[in-house]
């Protein structure tokens, strides 16, 4: 039980970070959400719709692992693996929320080449270059661990999958709209975290 309402109380808060950072800047005029809106080259808008589907799915997956995990082919991990996808999600929780903290107006989710926005080296991510999609990583390999079971299992992997997707996506529009200062920023600061 205490597994549940670990990953509960974390899923909760980080889905909640998500969505008053979006609130909060929808009052000042600013559309965060850009994933497959707008014109995109096809390969980079069907990233970004599989990745908006995967966002939203894998977050069900998570609440229905809470209180239904023995209906979707439960898995065996020993119990220090399920404490350590407690820690791990609780530290993608704090990614994140640092993460958006530290964008301040800047953030946005996909690329949009309409909104102009300033480049951020500063906070978390003077140690990340993508610190909100790492607390995403963590948040899905962490419940996947803690709550284990075969679909969010699959889910997670393939979530991980389409964020890295969008990544690169993202790495080859940011250089065209920060020019060398975001070249500078690349070349000594990881993708994600340390050496990654």
Request: proline residues 4%; positive net charge.
């Amino acid at each position: 039980m205490i597994f549940q309402i670990s990953i509960f109380t974390s899923i909760t808060c980080f889905y909640a970070a998500y969505f008053i950072k979006q609130i909060l800047l929808k009052k000042k005029g600013i559309r965060t959400n850009r994933l497959a809106k707008g014109r995109k080259p096809p390969k980079t808008a069907a990233i970004e719709t599989a990745l908006l589907t995967a966002t939203y799915s894998i977050a069900a997956l998570q609440y229905a692992s809470v209180f239904f995990s023995t209906f979707m082919i439960p898995l065996s991990f020993p119990v220090s693996v399920q404490w350590a996808g407690i820690v791990l999600t609780g530290v993608g929780v704090l990614f994140f929320v640092f993460a958006i903290t530290s964008m301040r107006d800047s953030w946005r989710a996909g690329v949009d080449e309409t909104q102009k926005t300033a480049i951020v080296t500063k906070g978390i991510y003077k140690f990340s270059r993508n610190p909100a999609f790492a607390g995403f990583d963590m948040l899905y390999i962490g419940s996947a661990l803690a709550l284990p079971n075969v679909i969010l299992l699959i889910a997670a992997v393939m979530g991980i999958l389409l964020l890295h997707f969008q990544i690169l996506e993202e790495e080859k529009y940011l250089p065209q709209a920060f020019g060398q200062e975001y070249l500078q920023y690349r070349s000594t600061t990881p993708r994600y975290f340390l050496f990654f």
